[in-house]
């Protein structure tokens, strides 16, 4: 959510599927919402009045709807907000307008979107009605295991390191996992059997993947870390 910084990709001869799934999602939904973009850059909107409201949304979607247990409600709350990650960045683009301060914003408000769905269903098996405190726990962890994940490549690329690897699980796969489990077990209030256990099952997965991923960063973050001293000159080093 917010326009990001113009940076060129680095080179990389074999694609992986998943980044070429980004990509070719990316450019479909890109195609799609350009005339909305268009059309709010035409009304005065700014892009990053679009990140704010994009995110007040999906906050308001997870803490509202989620802790009730209406996971079919909220998750169409905030799939129709999310979208706003995607817009926003249309319009800065034909703006002209990409800035190190929007993709700030954006990473961000990303991350209070994230712990805000996570944080709704930690709430949600907290209850009285919902009450599973192995759930609700694993719900934290999810929580903030995504924000630890998202910390490791920024930080690792604030001390200069290009912190290359694709995570089992990242930001994309977390949400998709998610969402589509919440969305699919609140049809349970709508007379479907059985079909509320998927979100256990997907917040395992999500907290599996998310610990599988900040291995695979750290060692990565380590390994390069490790490459980038050995290349320092002998005494090149800061000193203790």
Known sequence: MGQPVALRPPAR??????????????????????????????????????????????????????????????????????????????????????????????????????????????LWYATYEGHSILLCAVSIFCLASGQVVSYTKARGESIGLPVKVNGLVERAERLVISLVACGLSGLHKFGVPGIQVLLPIALWIVAAGSLVTLIQRVVTVRREAAEADAALPVGGGEAG
Do not use: H
Not at 83 to 99: E, K, W, Y
């Open 13 to 122: 001869t074999r694609p992986s599927g998943k980044a070429m799934l980004n990509k070719y999602a990316r450019a479909f939904f890109t195609r799609v919402l350009t005339p909305f973009a268009a059309l709010l850059i035409r009304l005065g909107v700014s892009p990053d009045a679009v990140t704010l409201i994009g995110t007040g949304g999906v906050v308001a979607g997870a803490l509202v709807f989620y802790p009730q247990g209406e996971f079919f409600w909220g998750t169409v709350t905030i799939t129709l907000f999310v979208f706003s990650d995607l817009v926003d960045g249309n319009m800065a683009r034909q703006l002209g307008r990409s800035s190190r301060w929007g993709a700030f914003l954006d990473s961000t408000l990303d991350r209070v979107a994230d712990a805000a769905i996570f944080g709704g269903l930690a």
